[in-house]
């Protein structure tokens, strides 16, 4: 269930900008409905390409860069399915400002789940999609079972003491 919600928030603000270049700036304008139906592909391909593969993979930057391409190839292949031709300025003008708001959203993906505690180590963006943490069960055997884990204040440095 927590894939949905990555998924909706994701879907506002594409439907939000295709809506807004496509229907509203671009004359002739394409319908309402087309640029709903054509933010959920966008949607659909940009989380399981972006977030799902690139961005753990690559990072924010390089994520976003492949997301703006992606978002720009079909919404070239759109063209084939509405009946307003989309022009290659808004083609772009949308894609760039898509690629700009999934670096933000990855950036708030990532910081929203990062460690509260420090010492903490998890997979944040995999949490945020409500997965395990790869690994964390293997760390912190005596966590489990509420065996408190034994912690020794020493120096990183024991010859510079006294």
């Not at 304008?29 to 399981?48: E, K, P």
């Not at 929203?112 to 964390?136: I, K, R």
């Not at 760390?139 to 003491?161: M, R, T, V």
């Amino acid at each position: 269930m927590e894939t949905a919600r990555p998924l909706i928030i994701k879907y506002i603000y594409i439907a939000a900008i295709s809506i807004i270049f496509l229907t509203y700036l671009q004359v002739p304008s394409i319908s309402l409905g087309a640029s709903l139906i054509l933010s959920v592909f966008i949607t659909l391909a940009l989380y399981f390409a972006g977030d799902r593969f690139l961005l753990p993979r690559f990072g924010t930057v390089a994520s976003a860069i492949a997301n703006f391409v992606i978002a720009a190839v079909i919404f070239s292949l759109a063209n084939a399915f509405v009946r307003e031709p989309v022009h290659t300025g808004t083609i772009l003008a949308a894609s760039a400002v898509i690629g700009v708001a999934e670096w933000f959203y990855f950036r708030y993906v990532l910081g929203e789940a990062t460690p509260v505690a420090e010492g903490e180590d998890f997979s944040s963006f995999a949490e945020f999609l409500g997965e395990p943490a790869p690994g964390n069960e293997a760390e912190n055997p005596g966590a489990e079972g509420g065996q408190p884990q034994e912690h020794h204040d020493q120096p990183d440095n024991p010859e510079s003491e006294g």
